[in-house]
């Protein structure tokens, strides 16, 4: 999509459709209009527009000024209107005009300035919602709002926020596309393609084969591998924009979780395409992060795999040693991902890095749990912990911290190894996570469960049903905020 700002009066924009946003009580901030106000207020009152939260209305424009169109969209309540309140109007006005086949616009800022709002959030949240996944249909979603102008006064901090709100747009958007596709599409191969096309300036990309991996030691990881006929790939990006100890990212990248040996009932099962979200939402990080630049120091691991029944498959019962020599009884080998990650977070400990990030889909008891609002956090950092709450409210990709008390590993003891690697079934979003501590040791780490959030069977305003991209625009503010800091 084309952005432009330009610095003129809003009847005087050529345009297919004006967008003026309204808080509740109808105040539009009309000034712009003039002579054009009386007849326009007659005609919202008639439609009884009031203003609402994500209320919508489309009418023609009067005849004495230049565009075709009038969007109003409403902001709900003044005191109440926030970033999010605008990502939202945003998600939704483009996805209007998309509908109606409207394909240029523009964007009247005079209330979001009044109310000390970027136009940004619009645009970001714009973009995002009007993401399509059709690449395997024949008939595809042609229309498309090609163009918005935003009607204010050119600075560079605009320019700056606009920049950011289409990086992290186009990050979320590779992480979805990444996760709608199917898992024939892509297999561990598939992901470290997708990681290698981020190469280039300040960014390395390295893939691990299974030989380098046993080398490693990572038997944690490589058991879970067993079973499929897809080579494992161990992914690592490393960005470097500046020469502080860097932020380690860890995404869970099962590209198909069949549950393996202990497999999964049939209902549903096509889903598990999708546990390879937490991989794809580190892909689009980076790529953000690559594409402005940002100057933090960065690694992203994907310990990418698949997780199937065969005749090589690890068995419920078989012991193995991970990276840091710990003996692991796979009491259930659908209790993969922390296998992966175990191996993960052990390999990330040669960075010494300032903080350490896994996400992942990791268990469906982090939906009994929460839905599909919001993401569980556990961590030993109290001060990430507190940075995430403070990203999660900005960007509204929700989260809740889980305890992650010591008397739970009694949950995860092996009469036969160091550590099994299930706690049984109550608790089960919790001892996953303490599983996972175990393998951070003293690191300053925090992770995320989005299996609840990660995939999305409704549409929102600006997130269309299926991958959500979660953790993407979560993560990157949270760089953001340690920017200069720790990272
Ligand atoms: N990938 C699943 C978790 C999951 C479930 C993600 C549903 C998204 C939607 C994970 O590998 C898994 O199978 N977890 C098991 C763990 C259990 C065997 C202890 C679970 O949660 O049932
Ligand atoms: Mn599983
Ligand atoms: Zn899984």
């Known amino acids: 999509m084309n952005i432009h700002i330009k610095n003129i009066r809003e009847n005087e924009c050529v345009c297919d459709a004006l967008i003026l946003p309204a808080v509740e009580g109808i105040s539009v901030n009309l000034k712009a209009l003039g002579a054009s106000v009386t007849a326009l207020m007659k005609r919202i009152s008639a439609a009884e527009f009031q203003g609402k939260k994500n209320e919508l209305l489309l009418i023609p424009a009067p005849a004495d000024i230049r565009p075709k169109r009038i969007l109003l969209v409403g902001l709900g309540k003044k005191e109440a209107v926030n970033p999010e309140t605008v990502r939202q109007a945003g998600g939704k006005a483009l996805g209007l005009l998309r509908n109606s086949g409207i394909s240029t616009a523009a964007l009247s800022a005079a209330m979001l300035s009044d109310l000390a709002l970027s136009p940004a959030y619009f645009i970001e949240g714009g973009l995002l919602g009007l993401y399509t996944y059709d690449c ?3 008939e595809k979603e042609t229309r498309t709002v090609r163009a918005i102008t935003v009607l204010t ?6 320019d700056d926020q606009l920049r950011t709100a289409e990086a992290l747009a186009s990050g979320v958007c590779f992480a979805r596309d990444l996760v709608n596709a199917p898992s024939n599409d892509m297999t561990p191969s598939d992901m470290a393609k997708a990681a290698l096309s981020l190469k280039g300036k300040n960014m390395v990309v390295r893939v691990l084969e299974k030989k380098a991996c046993e080398k490693l030691g990572m038997g944690s990881y490589l058991s879970v591998s067993k079973g499929s006929a897809e080579p494992p790939k161990f992914i690592i990006l490393e960005y470097n924009g500046a020469a502080k100890p860097p932020v380690v990212l860890i995404g869970k ?3 198909f979780d069949s549950g393996g040996i202990n497999i999964k009932p049939s209902d549903g099962l096509e889903k598990m395409k999708y546990d390879m979200a937490g991989g794809a939402a580190v892909l689009g990080i980076m790529k953000a992060a690559a594409a402005l630049q940002l100057p933090v120091n960065l690694i992203g691991i994907l310990p990418a795999t698949e997780n199937l029944p065969g005749g090589h498959a ?9 990276i840091d020599g710990r003996t692991i009884e796979i009491i ?3 209790a993969e991902g922390r296998l992966t990650l175990a191996d993960a977070l052990g390999f990330a400990k040669k960075y010494k890095p300032s903080a ?3 996400i992942a889909t990791l268990t469906g008891a982090c939906s009994i749990a929460l839905g599909n609002e919001t993401i569980a956090l556990m961590g030993t950092d109290r001060s990430l912990v507190s940075a995430f709450r403070q990203s999660a409210d900005f960007t509204n990709e929700k989260v809740w911290e889980m305890p992650l008390y010591d008397e739970y590993l009694e949950y995860l003891k092996s009469d036969v190894a160091d550590i099994k690697n299930i706690g049984g079934r109550t608790g089960s979003l919790v001892t996953s996570a303490c599983f996972l501590k175990e393998f951070a040791g003293e690191l300053p780490w925090v992770h995320l469960d989005i299996a609840g959030t990660a995939w999305t069977e409704k549409d929102r305003p600006y997130t269309p ?8 625009r979560l993560i990157f503010d949270l760089l953001l905020r340690l920017k200069g800091k720790a990272a």
Do not use: E, F, M, Q
């Open 465 to 472: 049903k299926g991958a959500s991209g979660v953790g993407v």
């Open 332 to 334: 259930n080998t659908d």
């Open 153 to 158: 006064s050119p600075s560079k901090s605009l």
């Open 253 to 255: 990248s099962v590209t």
């Open 136 to 138: 395997y249909k024949k």
């Open 356 to 358: 350490v990030i896994d």
């Open 314 to 322: 690890t068995r419920p019962g078989d012991i193995v040693t991970s």
